[in-house]
């Protein structure tokens, strides 16, 4: 159970990838010593937000919406209502009078959305019957609406009215939303981001219009996150990582993931040899604002906006696709994977490159494309200033599925979901132990024992 606990795990094939994927026992710098399996879905988890310091809400394949304490981990309420499973989730703040209420929104593949209230577990407001299910969505909470995606996009008020919609005519849909500045939303639809702009009438209606169609990526586009008030990024199935202008949405800078390929002398050993679509494919983009973390295949790669390099990398970082990253500070990065393992990173500077740097990858971050206006020429690792690391610190095995997010709860600790149809609560063990001894002084001095 200890070695459980801590993270220690034996290599998963005879062949090890590469020495990072075994950091043994020994995690001085991993906190979360301490684990709680929450249980109560009965099929794969794939959603979860944080409601406040104190409830997340979990969703997945079985139409159930649990609301967690992530301080006890006790189940609070079980929202029942869809009859498929969840496919997007999100918090949608509200007032009720001058007190600030979070609702939650989901969407179904029964083709409808609900608006729940997590206090009282009520279904507060559904709308059914939609031409289609609702991939993703996204809450403009400065013009208190919120918009739907999927073959459609749809924008609705905060009493579940529909305002104002347009078709798409992609074979995906929109898969991802973001805003932008000055009342627009950039939509993800296969290789294309469509930029819209909503217009506020004089009598509180909502109104919608395509206003761009951004078409520079080569490949379906699997991430799109905003990065600062300026600035959103995107990724693809290509390992095409694109920065935009958040404003008049140009592109910044353009990188595009190129493996280096061996050069055998038989067709078999070239398709032995060729790279997998899946180990280019970004799956996952997130930033602190100055740097992004991308998700590419089973590997991690940090971008810096200001230098527009690479500044650290593991192209295996763990043994299956990376599936969900976040940053928890500047230097103290997280990601998790189908392997169902939850990964602790520390970027460290480094006076020389960490590992060898061969001409094919450096060859992959470049400032130009082919066919657009030549730039500055692409740099080598040891051309680029300042260059870092990425380090394992830690290491947290608790799943037996792949595990598909996590939410970072501060000192409350970290919550993870997986397709084992479980949660974990992971806690920093040194608190918990802290907080324990805390009750038990309570106790005794309640009691006279003190």
Not at 124 to 146: A, F, G, I, M, Y
Not at 175 to 201: F, G, H
Not at 241 to 270: C, G, K
Not at 297 to 325: F, M, N, Q
Request: charged share 20%; net charge negative; proline share 4%.
């Amino acid at each position: 159970m200890l070695r459980w606990i801590l993270g220690g795990r034996e290599a998963q094939s005879s062949v090890e990838k590469s020495p990072v994927l075994c950091i043994g026992e020994e995690q001085p710098k991993n906190w979360f010593t301490e684990l709680q399996v929450l249980k109560g879905h009965f099929d794969i988890v794939r959603f979860l937000v944080q409601i406040d310091d104190f409830r997340c809400a979990s969703a997945g394949d079985d139409g159930l919406v649990l609301v967690w304490n992530v301080e006890t981990g006790e189940r609070l309420r079980e929202l029942r209502g869809h009859s498929q499973q969840i496919t997007a989730m999100t918090t949608f703040p509200s007032y009720n009078g001058l007190t600030p209420h979070t609702s939650l929104i989901t969407a179904s593949s029964d083709r409808s959305l609900s608006l729940w209230d997590p206090d009282t577990g009520n279904r507060v407001q559904t709308v059914s019957d939609l031409q289609s299910s609702v991939k993703c969505l996204l809450v403009l909470e400065r013009l208190s609406v919120w918009v739907s995606g999927g073959e459609e996009l749809c924008v609705w008020n905060k009493d579940f009215q529909l305002q104002s919609h347009r078709p798409n005519h992609s074979d995906t849909g929109i898969t991802a939303l973001i805003e932008l500045p000055k009342n627009c939303l950039a939509a993800a639809m296969d290789k294309e981001i469509v930029v819209y702009k909503l217009t506020v009438s004089s009598d509180g209606s909502v109104s919608v219009a395509e206003v761009r169609c951004l078409s520079d990526h080569q490949d379906q586009v699997r991430a799109l996150i905003s990065v600062n008030d300026g600035l959103f990024a995107s990724g693809s199935h290509a390992g095409e990582l694109v920065l935009w202008d958040a404003v008049d949405w140009n592109v910044v800078a353009y990188e595009h993931i190129l493996w280096e390929e061996p050069q055998p002398s038989t067709q078999a050993e070239i398709r032995m040899g060729a790279p997998k679509p899946s180990e280019m494919s970004i799956q996952h983009l997130t930033s602190n604002g100055t740097l992004i973390l991308a998700a590419v295949g089973s590997g991690l790669y940090v971008y810096s906006i200001l230098t527009k390099t690479v500044v650290a990398y593991r192209k295996v970082a763990h043994d299956s696709s990376i599936l969900h990253t976040s940053m928890l500070s500047d230097s103290e990065l997280m990601s998790c994977s189908e392997d169902g393992s939850v990964r602790m990173w520390e970027l460290q500077d480094l006076p020389l490159p960490a590992e060898p740097a061969s001409p094919g990858f450096f060859g992959m971050w470049n400032f130009s494309r082919s066919n657009k206006q030549a730039g500055p020429p692409s740099k080598k690792m040891t051309d680029i200033p300042n260059i870092r690391t990425l380090e394992l610190t830690g290491d947290l095995i608790g799943h037996s599925g792949a595990v598909q997010m996590f939410v970072d709860l501060k000192e409350n600790g970290l919550l993870t979901c997986s397709t084992d149809h479980q949660l974990i609560l992971w806690k920093n063990g040194d608190r918990q132990s802290h907080l324990r001894s805390l009750a038990l002084f309570q106790k005794l001095e309640e009691n006279g024992g003190l």
